[in-house]
């Protein structure tokens, strides 16, 4: 059973930095993307990054140059470092993991949510 739980959420500044964590449990697919997604209410979700098997990473422009994804295959951590946060980065942040085979993944696997609020 696949289980993704993020940890580091919470309420900042704007400006400030929040790191967010996702370990991966039970995940051994090595072939597919895994990624941070967000939601706010009223919107729909998000792709806020990704970071595929080959370690390419893409981001949405909205946060381009201000996160930065990471991952560790070995461990099955993801990490979203978020730098000079704004108000508008305020949402429910979501690990997601994808799975499929023959070259095709998709979006399975997701956490919990871990909120982030940053204020003016």
């Known amino acids: 059973q696949v289980q993704l739980v993020e940890s580091g959420g919470g309420s900042v500044q704007a400006g400030g930095s929040l790191k967010l964590s996702c370990v991966a449990s039970?995940?051994?697919?090595?072939?597919?993307?895994m990624g941070w997604y967000r939601r706010t209410p009223g919107k729909e979700r998000e792709l806020v990054s990704m970071?595929?098997?080959?370690?390419?990473?893409n981001y949405a422009d909205s946060v381009k140059g201000r996160f930065t994804i990471s991952q560790d295959r070995d461990t099955n951590t993801l990490t979203l470092q978020m730098n000079s946060l704004k108000t508008e980065d305020t949402a429910v942040y979501y690990c997601?993991?994808?799975?499929?085979?023959?070259?095709?993944?998709?979006?399975?696997?997701w956490g919990q949510g871990t909120q982030v609020t940053v204020s003016s």
């Open positions: 997601a993991a994808a799975d499929g085979n023959n070259g095709i993944c998709s979006w399975r696997y």
């Open positions: 039970g995940y051994s697919n090595k072939r597919c993307p």
């Open positions: 970071v595929s098997a080959a370690g390419t990473t």
